[in-house]
């Protein structure tokens, strides 16, 4: 399944899955036994389960749109919470490199998140804006997984139980802030909390099932400015799972249905990473693109 929110052609707000090349808005397909609002669906899954089941196999054109006659939005406007990991090795080591740094031995010992700013979400084709303070903006290709389940104290080996879902993440980035405020020791702020991307759709693991590898999943990541390639990874290359991340978020703490979970950003997914000779930091006018198999496109200009 890929879930969506989306707005209809009067303005409203919407939620529902593709099926094929429509749109189908889950409230009105299902006469309104589902809701209209993705994180209602999240929270009591179980409950709508068969309801979803019987309007996927249903021939009804009730609720169903052509792509077209909407504007697909993030797929969680408002999650619940939002902790974005350092999951990737390559860009831990190659991003302090370039600061003239090794990798801590701690890094290796627990996965360690910060929390950004959930009222901060942008979704797809959505204009970002500059902070006004920025001259270094960049973007962050990640992965992200959507809780599923109230869970506390989550064992890794059952973690996968927790997750509803995937989708793409940009972990927009005002670098020279951030650079400033993380001397202090405190993490990122002001050089994170203006937005975060996160879209086109939430794609249910079963989809991914043949993409399944050892650490994750077999599935080629890839970043675009103005057209021209600029990063290429894979998520199998995690040195941290998903699993094991829910197990360190959820140490001592309820995790609960709608909290979306960041992977990090994926080796060489940032200018940070690359290094300006290979791209100028992020500009007015620019478009980025962020594509993961499976889980489609994300697309953002900045303004």
Not at 66 to 90: C, G, H, M, N, Q
Not at 231 to 237: A, D, L, R, V
Not at 271 to 281: N, P, Q, S
Request: charged share 25%; hydrophobic share 35%.
């Amino acid at each position: 399944m890929k879930y969506i929110t989306f707005k209809n052609s009067s303005g409203e707000i919407k939620a529902g899955w593709i099926n094929h090349d429509m749109v189908v808005d889950m409230n009105e397909a299902s006469g309104g036994l589902l809701p209209s609002d993705l994180l209602l669906l999240i929270n009591q899954y179980e409950k709508y389960r068969d309801i979803i089941t019987l309007h996927l196999g249903s021939d009804s054109h009730t609720g169903r749109y052509k792509r077209e006659e909407v504007t697909l939005l993030a797929p969680i406007p408002r999650p619940v919470s939002v902790r974005d990991f350092y999951a990737f090795e390559e860009h831990v080591k190659t991003a302090r490199a370039r600061r003239g740094l090794d990798v801590i031995p701690e890094w290796y010992e627990i996965p360690v998140f910060y929390f950004t700013n959930h009222l901060a979400i942008k979704g797809p084709d959505e204009v970002i804006k500059k902070p006004l303070a920025c001259e270094w903006m960049d973007y962050e290709l990640e992965i992200a997984c959507i809780i599923g389940k109230e869970g506390r104290n989550i064992k890794a080996e059952d973690a996968d139980d927790y997750i509803f879902g995937y989708c793409i993440m940009n972990d927009w980035s005002a670098r020279d802030l951030q650079a400033k405020e993380m001397k202090v020791g405190l993490g990122p702020a002001k050089g994170k909390d203006f937005a975060t991307s996160l879209g086109p759709y939430i794609v249910t693991p079963d989809e991914l099932a043949s993409y399944k590898s050892k650490n994750g999943y077999n599935l080629e990541m890839t970043a675009s400015v103005n057209g021209s390639l600029l990063s290429n990874g894979n998520f199998e290359h995690i040195h941290y799972s998903f699993a094991q991340m829910i197990e360190r978020a959820s140490a001592d703490v309820t995790l609960y249905p709608g909290e979306v979970i960041g992977s990090g950003t994926v080796g060489t997914g940032c200018i940070l990473e690359l290094g300006t000779d290979v791209h100028r930091w992020l500009q007015p006018g620019d478009e980025v693109e962020l594509s993961i198999t499976g889980l489609g496109t994300l697309k953002n200009t900045i303004r």
